[in-house]
């Protein structure tokens, strides 16, 4: 039996243990952290090798395979698919969205143009809002409609007005809120009902809120967008654009 006086000795030394456990590298902060933490820390970790407490620019085009046989062990082959650097943003966006996987482009347009091509084809048919980003607008009417897909504008800050606008063939309900550049909101619940009724997907593009304001994937939205270069970037010096979306299936499809 430990007397008085070694039991005291002991117990810094417990602490001491206790706290070096929980503040573990890359382990010392557990469960679900508020928004303004995960805004500087999801998706960062100390870099394996080295140590780095913040996560390198992998600026490698390709990356060496072990075999063929092991190809793609370590989820890296071409920077364009896959670069580890791109993958801790990518992590970092679907965290604060709230989404299952997210998808990192060079451009927001980018972003708007690969979450209508992984929803639609030839014959198919969307309801978007008539108030959103020029480009946004110019692409549907200018780049998809010649491929034979169709589109119909309506004032969406009247859901009502949306569900009068389906058709058979709406695969893609195409929202924003607030909108670019009127600022209208819309109702991303009600909206998420009328597509999830009809089969569709719903998208909505979230650029002016960011997920400090809104989240649409909470509200029944299968995916959003967010132009990177606007408020996630903040100093005017990149561009950049990312899909996020609710569920795997449909990150994976964006991905691809």
Same mark, same amino acid.
């Given at each position: &039996?430990?007397?008085?006086?070694?039991?005291?000795?002991?117990? =810094?030394?417990?602490?001491?243990?206790?706290?070096?456990?929980?503040? +573990?590298?890359? %382990?010392?902060?557990?469960? =679900?952290? @508020?928004?303004?933490?995960?805004?500087?820390?999801?998706?960062?970790?100390?870099?394996?090798?080295?140590?780095?407490?913040?996560?390198?620019?992998?600026?490698?085009?390709?990356?060496?395979?072990?075999?063929?046989?092991?190809?793609?062990? +370590?989820?890296?082959?071409?920077?364009?698919?896959?670069?580890?650097?791109?993958?801790?943003?990518? +992590?970092?966006? @679907?965290?604060?969205?709230?989404?299952?996987?997210?998808?990192?482009?060079? %451009?927001? &347009? @980018?972003?708007? %143009?690969? @979450?209508?091509?992984?929803?639609?084809?030839?014959?198919?048919?969307?309801?978007?809002?008539?108030?959103?980003?020029?480009?946004?607008?110019?692409?549907?009417?200018?780049?998809?409609? =010649?491929?034979?897909?169709?589109?119909?504008?309506?004032?969406?800050?009247?859901?009502?007005?949306?569900?009068?606008?389906?058709?058979?063939?709406? +695969?893609?309900?195409?929202?924003?809120?607030?909108?670019? =550049?009127?600022?209208?909101?819309?109702?991303?619940?009600?909206?998420?009902?009328?597509?999830?009724?009809?089969?569709?997907?719903?998208?909505?593009?979230? %650029?002016?809120?960011?997920?400090?304001?809104?989240?649409?994937?909470?509200?029944?939205?299968?995916?959003?967008?967010?132009?990177?270069?606007?408020?996630?970037?903040?100093?005017?010096?990149?561009?950049?654009?990312?899909?996020?979306?609710?569920?795997?299936?449909?990150?994976?499809?964006?991905?691809?």
């Amino acid at each position: &039996m430990l007397s008085r006086s070694q039991r005291l000795l002991a117990r =810094p030394a417990a602490a001491v243990a206790r706290r070096a456990a929980g503040t +573990k590298s890359g %382990t010392w902060m557990q469960g =679900p952290m @508020a928004l303004e933490t995960d805004l500087v820390h999801a998706a960062v970790e100390p870099e394996q090798k080295s140590g780095a407490i913040l996560t390198p620019l992998f600026l490698s085009t390709t990356f060496v395979q072990d075999s063929v046989d092991l190809y793609l062990a +370590k989820g890296y082959s071409y920077s364009r698919t896959n670069n580890p650097t791109v993958t801790a943003l990518e +992590k970092k966006l @679907a965290t604060l969205e709230n989404g299952a996987g997210a998808c990192a482009f060079g %451009t927001g &347009m @980018a972003a708007t %143009t690969s @979450a209508i091509s992984a929803t639609m084809k030839t014959g198919d048919h969307c309801v978007i809002t008539d108030c959103s980003y020029g480009g946004t607008n110019r692409s549907c009417r200018e780049f998809f409609t =010649p491929l034979g897909m169709e589109f119909t504008f309506t004032d969406f800050r009247d859901p009502e007005n949306i569900r009068k606008a389906m058709k058979p063939n709406t +695969k893609l309900i195409f929202s924003e809120t607030p909108a670019n =550049p009127l600022l209208s909101l819309c109702d991303i619940e009600e909206i998420s009902k009328i597509a999830k009724s009809a089969g569709a997907k719903h998208v909505v593009d979230a %650029t002016f809120a960011t997920p400090v304001i809104c989240r649409p994937l909470d509200h029944g939205a299968d995916m959003v967008i967010q132009s990177l270069t606007k408020y996630y970037e903040g100093h005017n010096m990149m561009t950049g654009g990312a899909v996020i979306s609710k569920d795997q299936e449909l990150a994976d499809k964006v991905k691809w």
